[in-house]
């Protein structure tokens, strides 16, 4: 059974950083696309990065461009999100998802309705002064 553990949300001014941390278990990174999307309140969740492992691709949505980092702990089953100059439209519950490597998934099938996804239970990121 795949678990997904989020770490590493909080309060933080704009311009600050933070790094989320999403622990998997009961799966091997290898073989699936992990990443994180995010739900601001009355919004629709929508993808933030992930990487793709059959090809080592990492994908970012535009709106974080440049400010956010996706990457992996090769030695754990650990993804990372490191978020830098925060801004108060990053304010959302962020989800790590997993999701097994096949047709639907790869690339940009990782944010389609037609990828079956595990999910996390969340960690609440606040951006504010």
């Known amino acids: 059974q795949v678990q997904l553990v989020e770490s590493g949300g909080g309060l933080v001014q704009p311009g600050g950083s933070l790094r989320l941390s999403c622990a998997a278990s009961g799966l091997i990174l290898d073989y699936y696309n992990i990443g994180w999307f995010r739900q601001a309140p009355g919004k629709e969740r929508e993808g933030v990065s992930w990487?793709?492992?059959?090809?080592?691709?990492?994908y970012y949505a535009d709106s974080v461009k440049g400010r956010f980092t996706i990457s992996r702990a090769n030695a754990e089953n650990t993804v990372y999100l490191q978020m830098n100059s925060l801004e108060p439209g990053d304010t959302a519950v962020y989800y790590c998802?997993?999701?097994?490597?096949?047709?639907?998934?790869?690339?940009?099938?990782?944010?389609?309705?037609?990828?079956?996804?595990?999910w996390g239970q969340g960690t609440q990121v606040t951006v504010s002064s």
């Open positions: 998802a997993a999701a097994e490597l096949d047709y639907y998934c790869s690339g940009y099938g990782f944010l389609s309705p037609a990828c079956r996804r595990d």
């Open positions: 990487l793709s492992m059959n090809d080592g691709s990492t």
